[in-house]
């Protein structure tokens, strides 16, 4: 399964023009930049690095104000948004939970297409990796050792439902493993454990465990992008492994439900600058990122088929 491929089914390329009028809004107050998930994770670095650049270019009257809820695999920021008294003011930096969450939790009452597009920012794949002290170098040696483990491996991640216990479970299902999954308070706290030894594996993104992968303390052993990764030279792809399955996670900015036409336009037009900006686009490859622009109505078309594309997933792997 290619997803990265499937990102453009469906969706043609767009443009979105603002009248004279809707360019004119501003924000009157600091923007609530919520962040889908906990401290040091993915999408954590990321809101933090785009406050930095709009601060640093002056890019906006008002601040951006991160503010991490990724409670219940990021039900927490999806009720936040969903019930904001301030829909103009209130935005979110997503990940695949935006898809994965309200279709493992339909007591939320969370219509994703009810809230409003701004930007994607780019995709983030995935990378198998152990600790550097565990003797496995290859993908093949780890697949051993989780098989004389007898179900006793310890894996870490995000939660169940999230990216990650997603890769996971396609690997057990695919190879016929057994594993213990233990949840953390997101993806930075993940690394950290393998780092501690707390864990064995983990799946995490580029940026997520880039500084225990400079210190030496990780090591990847499987990339799930389409293509090896320039950033992990001669680390195999499991496409090459004999699976059809690739996995990446969105980096994408949506508004809440109710946002104003004008407040779109301003954010959209925000968030390209940010794209465009010298800053994002080295941070894309420094972090490992793959580049993935679309306008507000490509990215709801792109919602509908990774909610299908999930809804499969899910649905395999329960």
Known sequence: MNILKSMALGIAAL??????????????????????AGPGGGADRIARFIQSVA????????PLIPNNKGGGSGAESLIWLNSTNDPDHTILVTLNSFFTTPIRQPDLGIDIQTFTP???????????????????ETFEQWLEAVRAADGEYVTGGTGTGQ???????????????????????????????LA?????????????ARGF????????????????????P?????????????????????????????????????????YNSEEWQG????????????????????????????SDLLARIN
């Open 163 to 193: 990216e990650d216990s997603i890769v996971f479970a396609y690997l057990d299902n695919a190879f016929e493993l057994k594993t213990k999954y233990i949840p953390f308070d997101g993806g930075g706290a993940v690394a950290a454990a």
């Open 234 to 274: 001669g680390i195999p792809t499991l496409k090459e492994k004999g699976k059809d399955f690739s996995y990446y996670n969105q980096r994408a900015i949506v508004g809440a439900p109710g946002m104003s036409d004008e407040a779109a336009a301003y954010y959209q037009k925000l968030f390209e600058e940010i």
């Open 15 to 36: 443009t979105i023009s603002a009248p004279a009028a809707m360019a004119e809004w501003q924000p009157r107050k600091p923007i609530d930049f919520v962040i889908m």
């Open 55 to 62: 601060e640093k270019k002056k890019l906006t009257r008002r």
């Open 213 to 232: 992968y400079d210190s030496g303390d990780l090591r990847p052993l499987l990339v799930f992008s389409d293509e090896q990764m320039d950033v992990y």
């Open 283 to 310: 941070y894309l490859e420094t972090e490992a990122m793959s580049p993935l622009w679309m306008e507000p109505d490509e990215q709801r078309a792109y919602w509908e088929v990774q909610v299908q594309t999930h």
């Open 118 to 136: 701004i930007a994607m920012m780019g995709v983030d794949p995935f990378a198998l990796w152990v600790h550097s002290d565990s003797g496995i």
């Open 196 to 208: 501690g030894q707390q864990i064995m594996a983990t799946v995490n993104n580029p940026s997520e």
